[in-house]
């Protein structure tokens, strides 16, 4: 069944305009182009109209960026590059995941009409792209998340998912907040409703992925911290190489980086609307697959829905409220101050040490002079009970029968490591047909 079909809001005429996905696939002699179902799905010549996404630099902070691909050429800013080379970030040959997640936000597409090749959501947005280090334990965006902020970003795209932030990197959260950009992350694949950074932590727009059916990819992380959700089932993107132009892939990160394109989108056409009023467009105009709208709180699985960007574009959405529907974080400590251990989730609280003695050590305290006077006190009654002879009833507490007892043990949820060090939450690229 067809996304067309899946996700119908109500009948008759007033369904024509409620479709998720209405769109006929865009005429081209070009097989990948013809392969962008999920473009295709968001009726992109009616998007256009309303925004293109011009004036808005994205930063994709990733594995850096091929910028001469001929369907990214002019869009792709020099960028940095924090894994170790120092330089910029724009000439990746490597590892194709970032200039996969580029191409489907800014992509412009190449030949005749730029019929052909990849085509991004927003076509004239910027990229600055950010190479960081491995994805997973170890990894570090502490410095990519402030040089995107201060370097005009007002869209941040993190296609990945790991363990805990550390303080360094919740400070870098929150300072991304409060100079008013949007962050979007993918919620990973591991099919799990364990809860996965950057995309866990407060003030991060979480995404899911969904299929061509409209169902949620099996794959797809899931929780209350959901807010969207948009295509990230076999989406064809950019490559790096030249026998690997193009590439195929399924998960998390691609509808990641359509959910930063929409943003941009959102951004260029309202750019008063804050970092919060931004997401609150886009999940005020969502849709789940059976056509509920405007429900309360989000669904564990599918967030607020599909993001539907021309509705989020053209309809009269109240602004609400300045953070929107994301959850802030608290103000976080100091740098190095009360640092998580390590595989301590950092979700909804930051550490509570201010300097001093923390709550849990003057607990702990008073916990020892109860204790204490808890001994002396039995030593006195005890001497008495000496004195006096032994009380009815047998040995042991709570009277005859009574036992020492054992107070329950405690069980504690284990950590997993979502995964090997540098893997990206999108499947393994497959070759196009005839490949």
Do not use: C
């Not at 899946?6 to 013809?34: E, H, K, M, N, Q």
């Not at 293109?52 to 960026?65: E, F």
């Amino acid at each position: 069944m067809s996304f067309t079909r899946t996700l119908r809001a109500v009948g008759g005429v007033a369904a024509a305009g409620a479709l998720l996905f209405t769109a006929a696939p865009t005429a081209s002699a070009d097989y990948i182009r013809d392969g962008q179902w999920a473009l295709d799905a968001f009726n992109p010549q009616k998007v256009w109209k309303e925004s293109t996404g011009k004036n808005v630099t994205v930063a994709v902070i990733d594995s850096g960026v091929n910028g001469d691909h001929v369907d990214l050429k002019g869009n792709v800013l020099p960028g940095k590059d924090f894994a170790g080379g120092g330089g910029t970030a724009d000439h990746e040959t490597g590892d194709d995941h970032g200039t996969a997640m580029a191409a489907l936000i800014a992509g412009h597409g190449h030949g005749p009409s730029h019929a052909d090749g990849i085509m991004g959501l927003a076509p004239d947005a910027k990229i600055l792209p950010i190479k960081t280090t491995e994805i997973g334990p170890g990894a570090d965006i502490d410095g990519p998340i402030r040089y995107a902020v201060d370097h005009g970003a007002k869209v941040i795209n993190m296609s990945f998912a790991g363990g805990s932030l550390n303080d360094q990197e919740k400070n870098a959260v929150s300072y991304a907040l409060k100079k008013d950009v949007l962050l979007v992350a993918g919620s990973g694949n591991d099919g799990t409703d364990k809860p996965l950074y950057p995309a866990a932590a407060p003030g991060v727009l979480a995404v899911g992925a969904v299929a061509k059916d409209g169902k949620v990819l099996d794959r797809s992380n899931y929780g209350p911290h959901i807010r969207l959700i948009a295509p990230g089932e076999k989406i064809y993107s950019a490559g790096t190489g030249t026998s690997t132009k193009y590439r195929q892939a399924t998960g998390t990160s691609d509808s990641t980086a359509y959910v930063s394109a929409a943003a941009a989108l959102v951004r260029s056409k309202f750019p008063d609307l804050t970092a919060g009023q931004v997401a609150n467009r886009l999940t005020k105009t969502a849709i789940t697959p059976d056509g509920k709208t405007g429900i309360t709180s989000p669904d564990p699985k599918y967030g607020y829905g599909v993001i539907r960007p021309y509705r989020a574009l053209s309809e009269d959405i109240p602004e609400g409220p300045k953070n929107g529907p994301l959850t802030m974080p608290k103000d976080p400590e100091p740098a190095g101050a009360g640092a998580d251990a390590p595989g301590q989730e950092a979700q909804g609280s930051e550490s509570d040490d201010k300097g001093g003695l923390s709550p849990l050590a003057l607990a702990g305290m008073a916990l020892g002079v109860v204790v204490v006077l808890g001994i002396v006190i039995g030593v006195v009654v005890a001497t008495k009970k000496r004195r006096n002879g032994p009380p009815p009833g047998g040995p042991g507490f709570g009277g005859p029968g009574g036992g020492a007892g054992v107070p329950p043990q405690h069980q504690f949820g284990s950590y997993q490591q979502p995964g090997p060090p540098g893997a990206y939450p999108s499947a393994p690229p497959t070759q196009p047909p005839g490949q």
